[in-house]
């Protein structure tokens, strides 16, 4: 009896994740409809309205949302550990050059706001481009928190 209830779960479950469609977005705005058997449809038939000169405004304002104080010092780190994480290429220096390449900016404009590490972990808090962004280290990976590639 379990087992006509487990080959009957998987055969609804198999008949529903086989029939996917999927909803894209295409170059000028609208929603596409792609359908498990080769075709599509438009969901938004209309070409959406946008206000360039709202767009343009938007792109060239640069909110700092750091606000930090004049004469802020960034926090000194363990030197031991960054010793020890020198070899891995995973010390302070190194994650400020991967936050500068992921938020398009220089190594200077990265800026560490709060760090806690030991020797296999680490999380830090940067300001990169007025935007506070958030890192961690497990040994010697280095990850924005919340990706996990």
Partial sequence: MKNLLFISM?????????QNNHIV??????RVLLKA??????IDLEKPVTNNNQETT????????????????????????????????ATIKHIKKKVAKDYNCNVEDVTLLV????KVIGSYTFCANGKKVFYKRTGNKILEKGKLF
Avoid at 25 to 30: H, Q, S, T, Y
Wanted: aromatic share 12%; charged share 35%.
């Fill in 58 to 89: 938007t792109k060239t304002d640069k909110v700092d949302t750091c606000a930090l104080a004049k004469d802020f010092e960034e926090p000194k780190l363990n030197s031991k550990i960054q010793a020890q994480l020198k070899k891995g290429r």
């Fill in 37 to 42: 058997d080769f075709t599509w449809e438009y």
């Fill in 25 to 30: 977005k295409i170059e000028d705005g609208r």
């Fill in 10 to 18: 998987f055969l609804v479950s198999f008949v529903g994740f086989s």
């Fill in 115 to 118: 760090a806690s590490e030991k």
